[in-house]
C-alpha cells in the first residue's frame, strides 16, 4: 500500500496524457531525482509512484542507509506515492531482487505498465533489472543510460538539485567525504579514478531539494557512523 499521507494510488494524467503510466525505483538519491526529472522533460514515462526497499530491523533504505521517515517525507514533498518494500536484513542482492521482482508482478504494480530506473552505464545490475521488469510484463525505461558521467554530474547541480552525500565505501573514497553536499566543490575534490556520480558504489546521496519538489525536505546531520567498510551520514529531518 502506498504510505499514508502521500497521494493513494496512480496520479491522474495531466501534462504527461501521452506517456505510459509508470512506477520507479527509488533510491532517493541524485541519479534517481534526475532519472524522475529527466523521464518528465522527456516525455518517456508519467512517474505516478515510487517504490524502494527498506531494510526491516534498522528501518532504513537499503540502497544507501536513509532512514524510512525521511524517505517517505521526500516522497511526500515530491507528490508521490512511495511503496515500502521490506527486507529482512543481512540481505543478498538475489533477494532484494526477489522482492523488487514480487512487487512488480503484484496486483499493487499492474496499474503501472512502464518502470522507470536511474542506471547510469554499469551493465549487470540493469540487465538484472530489465529481466525483472520484462519478466513482470513491463517496459523499462532508463532516462540516464549511457550519458557522459562528468557531464551528468554537472547537470545534477546545474537543474538545481541538492544533496548531502550519505554513505561512503572507504575501500575506494576517503570517509572524509560522507555528509559534505554534493555540489561544485565536492566534485572538484574528488580524486582521479572515482565517478562523479558514484555509479560505482564509491558513494551515495539523499536529495533534500530539486525541480521535482514541491517544498524542500529540510535535514541535520547529527553523526558519522560505520559499518564494515562504509562510512554513513545519519539524517534527521530539521
Known amino acids: 500500500m502506498p504510505i499514508p499521507g502521500t497521494m493513494e494510488g496512480p496520479r491522474p494524467q495531466s501534462e504527461f496524457a ?14 534517481s531525482a ?13 512517474v505516478q509512484a515510487l517504490v524502494t526497499t527498506v531494510a526491516g530491523r534498522i528501518g532504513r533504505s537499503t540502497w544507501h542507509g536513509v532512514r524510512a521517515d525521511l524517505m517517505r517525507r521526500q516522497a511526500a514533498a515530491i507528490g508521490l506515492p512511495l511503496y515500502e518494500l521490506p527486507i529482512d536484513d543481512p540481505y543478498t542482492m538475489d533477494e532484494l531482487m526477489g522482492v523488487i521482482t514480487a512487487f512488480l508482478q503484484s496486483g499493487t504494480a499492474a496499474a503501472y505498465p512502464a ?86 558504489g564509491e558513494f551515495h546521496t539523499f536529495v533534500w531539494d530539486g525541480p521535482i519538489f514541491r517544498e524542500p525536505v529540510p535535514v541535520v546531520r547529527v553523526r558519522i557512523a560505520k559499518r564494515g567498510p562504509f562510512a554513513y551520514c545519519d539524517l534527521v529531518p530539521a
Request: with cysteine; net charge negative; aromatic share 8%.
Open 18 to 31: 501521452s506517456s505510459p503510466p509508470a512506477v520507479q525505483l527509488w533510491s532517493g538519491g541524485k541519479d
Open 115 to 200: 518502470v522507470v530506473a536511474g542506471d547510469l552505464h554499469v551493465e549487470v545490475p540493469r540487465a538484472d533489472l530489465e529481466r525483472a521488469i520484462t519478466a513482470a510484463g513491463k517496459h523499462s525505461v532508463f532516462p540516464l543510460w549511457g550519458r557522459e558521467i562528468a557531464e551528468l554530474a554537472r547537470a545534477v547541480l546545474a537543474a538545481g538539485f541538492r544533496a548531502i552525500v550519505v554513505t561512503v565505501d572507504t575501500t575506494r573514497l576517503d570517509a572524509s567525504f560522507v555528509g559534505r553536499d554534493y555540489d561544485a566543490a565536492f566534485l572538484a575534490d574528488l580524486p582521479e579514478g572515482i565517478d562523479p556520480c558514484g555509479e560505482l
Open 34 to 46: 534526475m532519472a524522475l526529472w529527466t523521464a518528465r522533460q522527456t516525455g518517456e514515462a508519467d
